[in-house]
């Protein structure tokens, strides 16, 4: 069995340091800022939990 699941790419900013970064819209482990290191998404159950601010979304 495929299973196919959409996902897609958002560009984030961090609430922190402003630090503009594409993020995969589905991850499976906690995504940090490349800058401070602040967390910016964070796998919850199934969903992202999203930290910083949706600037963009990218399909
Ligand atoms: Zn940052």
Redesign the pocket.
């Known amino acids: 069995m495929i299973q196919e699941t959409k996902s897609k790419f958002i560009k984030v900013r961090?609430a922190?340091?402003?630090?503009e970064q594409i993020i995969y819209s589905n991850v499976s482990t906690p995504v940090t800022?490349l800058?401070?290191?602040?967390e910016l998404a964070s796998p919850t159950g199934g969903k992202t939990k999203l930290a910083g601010r949706i600037l963009e979304v990218l399909e």
């Open positions: 961090c922190e340091c402003k630090n800022c800058v401070c290191k602040k």
